[in-house]
């Protein structure tokens, strides 16, 4: 079946440092793949996404590129700030399966950015 | 805009009663689907639908039930509560064109 692995948190980072979060995965087709992003308190909102091998979706000074070759969309920004903390969870949405409109997620990273 | 509308935010229950977890979006999106969140576990599938009168099982759906009688609503029901319930749950919207998924700000219920 399908699945996302992300990278364990939590990750603490010093304000304007480069942050990446890996994410790797496993589907039968070519699947949709998706950064969302969990501010405290709140719903998931869309970050970026990319549908086809080699797309780069990005959103906020945040970027993510679709690797066929090594299956993962890794998210990355170059100079984080404090409003960035949050959990992100990267997720794939596979065409090709019965119920293809489910996503499959990874289990989040929490992400602190200290002034 | 509305999107999707979660009610209520706030509930705790005492095991053994039942609830309704209310799920609304005005989007005309085909279909909806209920989640939980878990500490370490992500999100899980419990119940979806691809549009009304139409549900099917997700990855955990022991002690739920869904309904969709029409497309704005898909309400989530605990039949039983129990503490393995405690969680917080997500509605998400989605349709056929846009591969993305809008999800209502969550319902965190606590079973004691």
């Known amino acids: 079946g399908n699945s996302v692995t992300q990278m364990e948190g939590p990750v603490t980072l010093s304000e304007e440092a480069f942050l990446t979060i890996n994410c790797t995965y496993t589907?039968?087709?070519?699947?949709?793949l998706f950064w969302y992003v969990q501010y405290p308190g709140e719903g998931l909102q869309l970050l970026l996404k990319?549908?086809?091998?080699?797309d780069k979706g990005s959103n906020k000074g945040f970027e993510a590129t679709y690797r066929k070759e090594t299956t993962s969309f890794h998210l990355e920004k170059g100079s984080v700030q404090v409003s960035d903390s949050a959990v992100y969870f990267c997720?794939?949405?596979?065409?090709?399966?019965?119920?293809?409109?489910?996503?499959?997620f990874g289990k989040g990273t929490k992400l602190s950015v200290i002034p | 805009n509305a999107g999707v509308t979660q009610t209520p935010k706030f509930q705790v229950l005492k095991t053994g009663q039942s609830m309704t977890l209310q799920c609304a979006q005005d989007?005309?999106?085909?279909?909806m689907s209920w989640y939980r969140q878990d500490p370490g576990m992500g999100l899980r599938l419990i119940h979806y639908s691809v549009g009304a009168g139409i549900t099917d099982q997700g990855e955990v759906p022991n002690g739920y039930n869904v309904s969709r009688s029409t497309t704005e609503d898909f309400p989530l029901r605990l039949l039983s509560a129990a503490p393995s319930q405690t969680s917080v749950y997500f509605c998400?919207?989605?349709?056929?064109?846009?591969?993305?998924?809008?999800f209502g700000q969550g319902t965190r219920l606590t079973v004691v």
């Open positions: 989007m005309n999106h085909e279909y």
């Open positions: 998400a919207s989605s349709d056929r064109v846009n591969t993305e998924a809008f």
């Open positions: 589907a039968t087709g070519y699947p949709s």
């Open positions: 997720a794939l949405r596979d065409p090709y399966r019965a119920g293809s409109y489910q996503l499959t």
């Open positions: 990319a549908t086809k091998a080699d």
